[in-house]
Structure formats: C-alpha cells, structure tokens
C-alpha cells in the first residue's frame, strides 16, 4: 500500500486558479496510475483528471482546457499534481487524491477542499 498526502485547495474568486498536489510515498514502484475525483454534497465522487504511469491522461469533459494534471516520481515517492485555471463555482467541491495499484487496490486521500465563489 502507499500513503497519500494531499496540499493545495482552498477558497478562489470565478476566473482564478488553484494548484492541487499529492505525494505518495511507500510502494510506489507498484503504482498503475495516479488521479484526482471530486464529489459535491448529496453527489456522487466523480473523476477529474487520471495520469498512468506511462503518461496517458484522461480528464473529465467539464475541465478539459482549464485543468492539467502532471506527475513526477523518485524511487521513494511519487507526486501528482492538478493545475487548475478558470475555475467556476461549480468546480467547488472535495477534491479526493487516489492511487490506483496493479491489481485492484486503490488508495484514497483525506481530501481537500475547493471553493470557488461568483
């Protein structure tokens, strides 16, 4: 298993920009792919963004063009990041960090919390 640290999030205007971060440490040699899901209150968790570890990204139709996920890794941790721009209100959510492993284990974060106001 790994464990997960996220960073980032907070409170942002319509039109601003966040960065989000979570660091993986432990079996990272193990991991499959790396993503971001957020879920509003009274919603289902939803995917945002996915990036594997050879680089193929899947992002949710609501965020492409305003939102970039990216990864980097070293042989003790491994770090994926949310670049997110012309944020909206209904961006506002949980922003959950998940860890998917080969086979099926899949790891969650704490999450974080994005608002963004009108």
């Known amino acids: 298993q790994v464990q997960l640290v996220e960073s980032g999030g907070g409170s942002v205007q319509a039109g601003g920009s966040l960065r989000l971060s979570c660091t993986a440490s432990?079996?990272?040699?193990?991991?499959?792919?790396m993503g971001w899901d957020r879920q509003e209150p009274g919603k289902q968790r939803e995917l945002v963004a996915r990036?594997?570890?050879?680089?193929?990204?899947?992002?949710a139709d609501s965020v492409k063009g305003r939102f970039t996920i990216s990864r980097e890794s070293d042989k003790s941790t491994s770090t994926v990041h949310l670049q997110m721009n012309s944020l909206k209100p209904e961006d506002s959510a949980v922003y959950y960090c998940?860890?998917?492993?080969?086979?099926?284990?899949?790891?969650w974060g704490q999450g974080t919390q994005v608002t963004v106001s009108s």
């Open positions: 990036i594997t570890r050879d680089d193929r990204i899947t992002y």
């Open positions: 432990g079996r990272v040699f193990n991991i499959y792919a």
């Open positions: 998940n860890v998917i492993m080969f086979g099926t284990d899949t790891s």
